[in-house]
């Protein structure tokens, strides 16, 4: 099923998708820059909204507004040269800033031809290329950080390893400078993934604190110098306020940590085919799930208890009770067809008086939930015995007629695998957790390196062990065999204490309602625990929208989360 999820392609794949329409002589750069330069206009006019007769905001005129172009060596220089001409034409005040000793020629001439003016950036400023003056970099970036609008044409999918150059520092003094400017919260920060391309809310335009407030920045096709392809952020980024990308995303707009620089977003068809002509069969590099793309089974006439799946939890120990409460909760509130909690006798009497739909007793179970509340190290209440026994069993490692059934491993568990696993079991571990599983396998890495490259180190996870890979964070990214997805669906008031718990008892369920297809498809897996950070992500957002939330009050929003997808249908 493909729903409408975001698909991103490798810069070399959208090369290849490129090649044959540019040998047929299609105008692709001028539809990418006319495009942009709508996107541009639009989002101006949003920002400079007036009100009218009736008091309703409408959108404000763009005549004489200020647009910097930084424009790199590459054609992404041309894509924002070509959408600067554009622009000139209707009006506004553009100027481009040259920050290469060539820039791509048709794009400059027709900037210029269409009254836009066009600076070197040097640091000993000398006369350029056909421009028609000079500056510093410290003068652009005043003169550019003045600017209504900001488009980064610097680099593009030809970018490799860390900026560097005029446009390094460029955007290094242009980001110091805009850092001190007031945002007019036009953009809350929210990540919507490069398919939104709703304009910024109508905001009243005040010219006299205009001139104060930051400008709007927009990416060109990615924000310049973010790793395309992994998402790393290598060196000297400009944020944007929003990504105008071209054939497709690309991964580094999905994955963390560069997907929290991209701003809003918006994917401009310019008629590529993906996947490329002569690579079939070759599947995008990294995915997102959007709402319409969760598979959420709802139980029907002949459904009962065991169809609709059993959890067993394994979580919470003396110390640590609450993990239990919050796992076994969430499972609950997700709709699983009975939860099974194992654990200390109090601990389980706990749970219980909480949550009485939860059974103490032992019997048939079609996911397990291991490890949440659980040291990993020190007392244990004979919980690493259980969460062991069960993560075998699941794994279809314990001689018998048990079938093996899709596990989630999480916290204190993940120190249990001793044995590679099946794809149908998912760990769960946080940038620490992930750190720590793979120090234990030999790899030299830190937290800090998780979260500098975390699709490096969760692919690396997923080979060492066989198993699912949900690494937990701002964005969390999915490596299952063949596939990576990465959400950002949470509000940062989610990192709390608990979440987590909440997270592994939600993916319990979810594994569990189609536990007989994700042991004969593993590979689904990772889908479900992309679904699953989506789902958490929503319940997170309904638990208390804007404000602080509490884990169990995110187990609690689940029901109410699930109900608004399914309604979307
Ligand atoms: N192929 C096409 O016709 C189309 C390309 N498009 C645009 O073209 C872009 C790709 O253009 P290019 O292939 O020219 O590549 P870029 O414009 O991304 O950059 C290439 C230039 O940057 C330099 N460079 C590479 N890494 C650098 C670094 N780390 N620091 C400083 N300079 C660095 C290279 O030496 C080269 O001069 C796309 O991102 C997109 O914006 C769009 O116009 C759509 C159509
Ligand atoms: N900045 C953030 N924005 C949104 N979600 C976050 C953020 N930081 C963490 N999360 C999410 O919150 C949860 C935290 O889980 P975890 O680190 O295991 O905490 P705990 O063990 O206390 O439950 C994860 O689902 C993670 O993806
Ligand atoms: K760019």
Request: glycine letters at 14%; one cysteine or more.
């Amino acid at each position: 099923m493909m729903g409408c999820m975001i698909q991103a392609w490798s810069a070399d794949d959208v090369r290849a998708a490129e090649e044959p329409l540019l040998t047929a002589g299609v105008a692709l750069m001028r539809q990418a820059a006319f495009a942009l330069a709508v996107i541009v206009r639009r989002d101006l006019a949003r920002r400079r909204a007036v009100a009218g007769p009736d008091g309703e905001l409408r959108d404000g005129s763009v005549r004489g507004a200020r647009v910097a172009l930084l424009v790199g060596a590459g054609n992404n220089g041309g894509d924002a040269l070509h959408a600067g001409a554009f622009l000139a034409r209707r009006g506004l005040a553009v100027t481009a800033y040259l920050a290469a000793p060539r820039v791509h020629e048709g794009g400059l001439a027709a900037l210029l031809a269409a009254g836009g003016r066009a600076v070197t950036v040097d640091a000993t400023p000398t006369a350029g290329p056909a421009g028609d003056s000079a500056t510093s970099v410290p003068e652009a970036a005043t003169a550019a950080a003045g600017a209504d609008v900001i488009v980064d044409g610097l680099l593009g999918i030809g970018a490799r390893g860390p900026m560097r150059g005029t446009g390094a520092t460029l955007v290094e003094a242009l980001a110091a400078a805009l850092a001190d400017a007031p945002s007019d919260g036009s953009n809350d920060g929210r990540n919507d993934g490069p398919h939104a391309v709703e304009a910024p809310p109508r905001r009243a335009h005040a010219s006299a604190s205009a001139a104060a407030t930051r400008p709007w920045v927009v990416a060109v096709d990615a924000p310049s110098g973010i790793g395309i392809d992994d998402g790393t952020l290598p060196g000297p980024v400009l944020p944007a306020d929003r990504t105008v990308t071209f054939g497709a995303a690309k991964p580094g707009l999905l994955l963390p940590p560069a997907t929290h620089v991209t701003g809003a977003g918006a994917v401009i068809d310019i008629g590529l085919e993906l996947p490329p002509p002569g690579r079939p069969g070759q599947a995008p590099a990294v995915v997102r799930l959007q709402d319409a793309d969760v598979v959420w089974p709802v139980p029907g006439p002949h459904d009962h208890k065991y169809t609709r799946g059993v959890v067993g939890v394994v979580a919470g120990t003396a110390t640590y009770p609450g993990a239990a409460l919050l796992t076994a909760s969430a499972a609950v509130q997700a709709g699983a067809g009975m939860v099974r909690y194992q654990g200390p006798a109090d601990v389980g009497r706990a749970v219980v008086a909480a949550r009485p739909e939860v059974v103490t007793a032992g019997g048939r179970v079609q996911a397990w939930v291991l490890g949440s509340g659980l040291p990993a190290t020190g007392g244990d209440d004979g919980q690493r015995g259980r969460a062991r026994a069960a993560l075998a069993a699941a794994s279809g490692r314990l001689a018998g007629a048990q079938e093996p059934v899709p596990a989630v491993v999480d916290a204190g568990a993940l120190g249990l695998l001793d044995h590679t696993c099946p794809a149908w079991v998912v760990l769960t571990p946080h940038a620490g957790e992930l750190a720590a599983l793979l120090v234990a396998r030999g790899e030299a890495v830190d937290r800090a390196h998780v979260e500098a490259e975390p699709l490096r180190w969760a692919r690396r996870a997923h080979e060492a062990t066989g198993a699912t890979v949900l690494l937990k964070g701002g964005a969390s990214v999915v490596v299952g065999p063949g596939v990576v997805y990465a959400q950002a669906d949470a509000p940062g008031w989610l990192a709390t204490a608990g979440a987590g718990d909440v997270l592994a008892g939600l993916l319990g369920a979810m594994l569990a309602a189609r536990a007989p297809e994700i042991v004969t498809h593993p590979e689904r897996a990772a889908q479900v625990a992309a679904a699953a950070a989506l789902v958490h992500g929503r319940a997170a957002e309904r638990a208390n929208p804007g404000g602080p939330i509490t884990a169990l009050a995110v187990a609690d929003a689940i029901p109410g989360a699930v109900a608004a997808l399914l309604a979307q249908r």
